[in-house]
C-alpha cells in the first residue's frame, strides 16, 4: 500500500511539473492578467480574455523606432547602432536591430512612409533608465574612407574645374575636389 501511494504521489508531482511556466531568462514580473486556477491555453465560450504574463529584463532596453522608406532599405537585423539617452547626454551605449518591420506603419509624419524597428541595448550598472525616455540613435548607413563630406553650395567651379576654398592662415585657396555624390 505504501508503494502504491509514494507512486501516486510520482504521477502527482510529474502532472504538477507540467503545469509550472518557466521563463527562459531571468526577469522581473512586470504585469500579469492571470490568476491562480484560471485556464490556460484553451479556448471557452466563457473565455474571451486574453491571459498573459509579463517578464522583462531590466537591464536589457528596447527603442522603438519610426524609420524613414528611404533608409529602411539599408537597415538589416542585428546591425549595429549608438544609442544616447536625453536623460544621460554624456554615455553612449552599443545596440543593435532586433526587429525590422517591413509593413509600413499608419499615417507617419506629414505622410511619409514610415517602417516600425526596434533597437536593443544593455544598461549600465547603476544607471537609472526609464520607460518612454526620449533617445537619439545613430546608424552608420554608408561610409568612404579618406574623404570628407561638405554641403554643395561650399563646391565652385571655375573652367571645368570643381574646388574648395581652404583657410590656410590668413589666406584661401582652391583645392580641386571629386564629387562622389552630389
Same mark, same amino acid.
Not at 9 to 22: A, C, V
Not at 109 to 129: C, H, L, P
Not at 161 to 169: C, D, S, Y
Given at each position: 500500500?505504501?508503494?502504491?501511494?509514494? !507512486?501516486?504521489? *510520482?504521477?502527482?508531482?510529474?502532472?504538477?511539473?507540467?503545469?509550472? #511556466?518557466?521563463? =527562459?531568462? %531571468?526577469?522581473?514580473? $512586470?504585469?500579469?492578467?492571470?490568476?491562480?486556477?484560471?485556464?490556460?491555453?484553451?479556448?471557452?465560450?466563457? !473565455?474571451?480574455? *486574453?491571459?498573459?504574463?509579463?517578464?522583462?529584463?531590466?537591464?536589457? #532596453?528596447?527603442? =522603438?523606432? %519610426?524609420?524613414?522608406? $528611404?533608409?529602411?532599405?539599408?537597415?538589416?537585423?542585428?546591425?549595429?547602432?549608438?544609442?544616447?539617452?536625453?536623460?544621460?547626454?554624456?554615455?553612449?551605449?552599443?545596440?543593435?536591430?532586433?526587429?525590422i518591420n517591413t509593413i509600413p506603419s499608419e499615417g507617419g509624419e506629414f505622410?511619409?512612409?514610415?517602417?516600425?524597428?526596434?533597437?536593443?541595448?544593455?544598461?549600465?550598472?547603476?544607471?537609472?533608465?526609464?520607460?518612454?525616455?526620449?533617445?537619439?540613435?545613430?546608424?552608420?548607413?554608408?561610409?568612404?574612407?579618406?574623404?570628407?563630406?561638405?554641403?554643395?553650395?561650399?563646391?565652385?567651379?571655375?573652367e571645368g574645374t570643381l574646388f574648395v576654398l581652404k583657410k590656410f592662415w590668413?589666406?584661401?585657396?582652391?583645392?580641386?575636389?571629386?564629387?562622389?555624390?552630389?
Amino acid at each position: 500500500l505504501v508503494e502504491q501511494k509514494q !507512486q501516486e504521489i *510520482e504521477t502527482i508531482m510529474k502532472k504538477f511539473d507540467n503545469y509550472i #511556466l518557466k521563463a =527562459n531568462f %531571468d526577469g522581473v514580473i $512586470t504585469k500579469m492578467n492571470i490568476q491562480v486556477w484560471d485556464t490556460i491555453g484553451t479556448t471557452t465560450t466563457n !473565455q474571451t480574455e *486574453e491571459k498573459y504574463i509579463y517578464i522583462e529584463n531590466p537591464d536589457l #532596453l528596447e527603442i =522603438n523606432l %519610426d524609420i524613414d522608406q $528611404t533608409s529602411i532599405v539599408k537597415l538589416h537585423l542585428g546591425m549595429e547602432a549608438e544609442i544616447t539617452l536625453d536623460a544621460l547626454p554624456d554615455k553612449v551605449f552599443s545596440g543593435i536591430f532586433t526587429e525590422i518591420n517591413t509593413i509600413p506603419s499608419e499615417g507617419g509624419e506629414f505622410w511619409a512612409t514610415t517602417y516600425k524597428a526596434k533597437v536593443a541595448f544593455q544598461k549600465w550598472s547603476g544607471d537609472v533608465i526609464l520607460w518612454a525616455m526620449t533617445a537619439n540613435v545613430k546608424v552608420i548607413l554608408d561610409q568612404k574612407l579618406g574623404v570628407i563630406s561638405i554641403p554643395n553650395v561650399a563646391i565652385s567651379e571655375e573652367e571645368g574645374t570643381l574646388f574648395v576654398l581652404k583657410k590656410f592662415w590668413n589666406k584661401f585657396k582652391s583645392i580641386p575636389v571629386s564629387v562622389w555624390l552630389a
